[in-house]
């Protein structure tokens, strides 16, 4: 059974920082570029980082350039968010997501989904 597990979610006041993990099953975790989503409250769901297979390669959304860190580590099937100087505006439900891309069009396709993990900043 493949499972995406999200943990490290909470309660931070703003400028705190929070890290979290995706623990990867079922799956050759190694193989897949992973993705970080989010979904705030009455809003639709936003790409916020990516990272290739082998984690050579990041990549992120304009607002999380230079406050988060995506990383991962194949041998624990575990993908990571470093999340710091945390503002109101991260707030959401925060999703990781398995990715391929299409081998001649370059178009991405979502495969494996975590639950998420609710992430809150206010002081």
């Known amino acids: 059974e493949v499972q995406l597990v999200e943990s490290g979610g909470g309660l931070v006041q703003p400028g705190g920082s929070l890290r979290l993990s995706c623990a990867a099953s079922?799956?050759?975790?190694?193989?897949?570029?992973m993705s970080w989503f989010r979904q705030a409250p009455g809003k639709g769901r936003e790409w916020v980082s990516a990272?290739?297979?082998?984690?050579?390669?990041?990549y992120y959304q304009d607002s999380a350039k230079g406050r988060f860190t995506i990383s991962r580590d194949n041998a624990k099937n575990t993908l990571y968010l470093q999340m710091n100087s945390l503002k109101p505006e991260d707030t959401a439900v925060y999703y990781c997501?398995?990715?391929?891309?299409?081998?001649?069009?370059?178009?991405?396709?979502?495969?494996?989904w975590g639950q998420g993990t609710q992430v809150t900043v206010a002081s």
């Open positions: 997501a398995s990715y391929t891309v299409v081998a001649g069009t370059g178009s991405v396709e979502y495969g494996y």
């Open positions: 079922g799956f050759t975790f190694g193989s897949y570029a």
């Open positions: 990272i290739n297979s082998d984690g050579g390669r990041t």
